[in-house]
């Protein structure tokens, strides 16, 4: 860990061309896997997520993206891994209420965030992010959500679609020249009669070609009668889904519970969902 928070800190000034062996750093070996706390979706990644990922997580609204990501936070808190929570959806007390009401908080929980979050510019998200490296060593960088950011340079009036399309490219260069993991809640569109696919994805597809992977939440309804009407109400029951998965050919289905915002395997031996893509298994190239 001492290593990779030591290049966040250095420039990034040495780009002379050398052989790919010289490049490397980890004599051959793939970079370290960071397991994210949910056996089915850390196995579909070989280990968990790993340095330079952009990881989208989506659903509909009121659906669970900011408590899925609030448990990622726990998780990697258990193991003793920092993250940066940049809020634009929810005031900090009532984010910081629910961990607090999940059982973790003080010094267990290595959750760090802007006293205020004050833009969603990314020269501004970026100058956080190296603060939070330095003072907490926060290697991992949670945005909820996307609809508040903004790119570095925004002259004029730009283009809706372009807007988003710079802002994913240049979080996605953010992640992978400083070798952080970020994941950013996205918004998908409303469909009927059918599971939610990464094309679902609001207003460009920049927003499901750039991350490395989709991680999709979405919680079961059930009808009721009531009042001699049948009403759709929603459960405590929710599934986990890979929508992407760009480097392995694995995309798993997770059914949990969801008690107290705490998100949990429905069922001791959760089932995995088989391969869509058909592949193969290796490491580059699967969706991309």
């Given at each position: 860990?001492?290593?990779?928070?030591?290049?966040?800190?250095?420039?990034?000034?040495?780009?002379?061309?050398?052989?790919?062996?010289?490049?490397?750093?980890?004599?051959?070996?793939?970079?370290?896997?960071?397991?994210?706390?949910?056996?089915?979706?850390?196995?579909?990644?070989?280990?968990?997520?790993?340095d330079g990922n952009l990881i989208v997580v989506t659903g509909f609204s009121n659906d669970g993206k900011t408590t899925l990501m609030s448990n990622l936070c726990v998780n990697l808190s258990k193991n003793n891994c920092s993250s940066l929570f940049l809020s634009y959806e929810s005031v900090i007390d009532d984010l910081y209420a629910k961990f607090k009401g999940m059982g973790f908080y003080g010094e267990d929980l290595k959750v760090y965030t802007p006293k205020q979050t004050?833009?969603?510019?990314?020269?501004?998200?970026?100058?956080?992010?190296?603060?939070?490296?330095?003072?907490?060593?926060?290697?991992?960088?949670?945005?909820?959500?996307?609809?508040?950011?903004?790119?570095?340079?925004?002259?004029?009036?730009?283009?809706?679609?372009?807007?988003?399309?710079?802002?994913?490219?240049?979080?996605?260069?953010?992640?992978?020249?400083?070798?952080?993991?970020?994941?950013?809640?996205?918004?998908?569109?409303?469909?009927?009669?059918?599971?939610?696919?990464?094309?679902?994805?609001?207003?460009?597809?920049?927003?499901?070609?750039?991350?490395?992977?989709?991680?999709?939440?979405?919680?079961?309804?059930?009808?009721?009668?009531?009042?001699?009407?049948?009403?759709?109400?929603?459960?405590?029951?929710?599934?986990?889904?890979?929508?992407?998965?760009?480097?392995?050919?694995?995309?798993?289905?997770?059914?949990?519970?969801?008690?107290?915002?705490?998100?949990?395997?429905?069922?001791?031996?959760?089932?995995?969902?088989?391969?869509?893509?058909?592949?193969?298994?290796?490491?580059?190239?699967?969706?991309?």
């Amino acid at each position: 860990m001492d290593k990779v928070i030591e290049s966040l800190k250095e420039a990034l000034d040495d780009d002379a061309v050398v052989h790919i062996s010289e490049a490397a750093t980890r004599n051959g070996e793939y970079t370290t896997p960071y397991p994210i706390g949910y056996d089915v979706l850390d196995d579909a990644m070989r280990g968990g997520v790993r340095d330079g990922n952009l990881i989208v997580v989506t659903g509909f609204s009121n659906d669970g993206k900011t408590t899925l990501m609030s448990n990622l936070c726990v998780n990697l808190s258990k193991n003793n891994c920092s993250s940066l929570f940049l809020s634009y959806e929810s005031v900090i007390d009532d984010l910081y209420a629910k961990f607090k009401g999940m059982g973790f908080y003080g010094e267990d929980l290595k959750v760090y965030t802007p006293k205020q979050t004050t833009t969603g510019n990314l020269d501004w998200v970026q100058d956080k992010i190296k603060e939070g490296v330095e003072k907490y060593n926060a290697k991992f960088i949670f945005i909820d959500d996307f609809d508040a950011l903004s790119p570095k340079e925004e002259r004029g009036s730009l283009d809706f679609r372009l807007r988003i399309r710079r802002t994913i490219i240049e979080l996605k260069d953010m992640a992978v020249k400083t070798k952080i993991i970020i994941f950013v809640a996205v918004h998908v569109k409303k469909v009927f009669g059918r599971v939610v696919e990464m094309q679902d994805l609001k207003e460009d597809s920049s927003l499901f070609q750039k991350p490395d992977y989709i991680l999709c939440i979405t919680r079961e309804t059930e009808i009721r009668k009531e009042m001699g009407k049948n009403i759709e109400v929603l459960t405590g029951n929710s599934n986990l889904r890979f929508l992407k998965n760009r480097f392995f050919s694995k995309r798993p289905k997770l059914e949990v519970v969801v008690n107290n915002d705490i998100i949990l395997p429905r069922f001791e031996n959760a089932e995995e969902i088989e391969v869509i893509d058909g592949k193969g298994d290796g490491f580059f190239g699967i969706n991309d």
